[in-house]
């Protein structure tokens, strides 16, 4: 970790649609910062987890957003070791499987579900005071007054690549699947994916991870805040 961080409050909103670096572009400036992180797309997906083991219709908003509810939902913030349960149950593998990445996007459309989820993720954002926050509604929905906000995009060849490498997926299959996501993430009613009107927008097609976290640490420092 790089010394003299200072101990003040620092919060960063990073984001951006899936492989556009969101998850280990925060890990790494949060563990540079000295920080917290944390990650809301795992706290979507772990609901929708409960929603799928629970049976019922993902057409039916009522009965999601009572499940999403009822769910004891419990996630860390230690960017290098977080973990996420549901009901006790550790999920952290299961939420990054086919079914509930194919059903993420259905339940995180529920406005229920995203007043329950943000109003968790503000108070873990206040009792943290120094945190990286990634999502898609971050900067402009959960943390407005973020001292920094990013949008991380990269070209739809590069996100599909990064993806379908992590998930050892067919690279076509995969870019068919972002752009499903995408257009179900930025055209939902409630909290859409979309940039914040001062955010940076940071393009990492050509960059490497390293690169990324040291242009946003050179921003927060112009900010008096690293």
Same mark, same amino acid.
Request: include cysteine; charged fraction near 25%.
């Given at each position: 970790?790089?010394?003299?961080?200072?101990?003040?409050?620092?919060?960063?909103?990073?984001?951006?649609?899936? +492989?556009?670096?969101?998850?280990?572009?925060?890990?790494? $400036?949060?563990?540079? &910062? +000295?920080?917290?992180? &944390?990650?809301?797309?795992?706290?979507?997906?772990? !609901? /929708?987890?409960?929603?799928?083991?629970?049976?019922?219709?993902?057409?039916? /908003?009522?009965?999601?957003?009572?499940?999403?509810?009822?769910?004891?939902?419990?996630?860390?913030?230690?960017?290098?070791?977080?973990?996420?349960?549901?009901?006790?149950?550790?999920?952290?593998?299961?939420?990054?499987?086919?079914?509930?990445?194919?059903?993420?996007?259905?339940?995180?459309?529920? +406005?229920?579900?995203?007043? &329950? !989820?943000?109003?968790?993720?503000?108070?873990?954002?206040?009792?943290?005071?120094?945190?990286?926050?990634?999502?898609?509604?971050? +900067?402009?929905?959960?943390?407005?007054?973020?001292?920094?906000?990013?949008?991380?995009?990269?070209?739809?060849?590069?996100?599909?690549?990064?993806?379908?490498?992590?998930?050892?997926?067919?690279?076509?299959?995969?870019?068919?699947? !972002?752009?499903?996501?995408?257009? !179900?993430?930025?055209?939902?009613?409630?909290?859409? &994916?979309?940039?914040?009107?001062?955010?940076?927008? $940071?393009?990492?097609?050509?960059?490497?991870?390293?690169?990324?976290?040291?242009?946003?640490?050179? $921003?927060?420092?112009?900010?008096?805040?690293?």
């Amino acid at each position: 970790m790089e010394q003299n961080v200072p101990a003040g409050r620092c919060v960063v909103a990073v984001d951006g649609p899936s +492989g556009s670096g969101k998850s280990t572009v925060s890990r790494r $400036l949060a563990v540079s &910062l +000295g920080a917290r992180y &944390l990650d809301t797309g795992a706290m979507y997906r772990a !609901l /929708t987890w409960a929603v799928l083991r629970s049976g019922v219709d993902l057409t039916d /908003t009522e009965s999601v957003a009572k499940v999403a509810g009822e769910v004891d939902l419990r996630i860390g913030t230690d960017p290098q070791g977080y973990g996420v349960t549901a009901d006790g149950v550790d999920v952290a593998t299961e939420i990054r499987g086919p079914e509930v990445t194919g059903a993420v996007s259905a339940v995180a459309a529920v +406005g229920a579900v995203r007043e &329950l !989820l943000v109003t968790r993720q503000r108070q873990l954002i206040a009792d943290a005071g120094r945190i990286v926050v990634e999502g898609r509604d971050i +900067g402009s929905v959960v943390a407005p007054d973020a001292d920094l906000k990013v949008y991380l995009t990269a070209s739809e060849e590069a996100r599909a690549q990064r993806r379908s490498a992590e998930d050892a997926a067919d690279v076509a299959a995969t870019a068919a699947d !972002l752009a499903r996501r995408d257009k !179900l993430d930025s055209t939902r009613k409630v909290n859409p &994916l979309q940039q914040a009107a001062d955010a940076v927008v $940071l393009d990492t097609t050509e960059l490497g991870i390293d690169e990324v976290v040291a242009r946003l640490r050179a $921003l927060l420092s112009e900010r008096g805040v690293a």
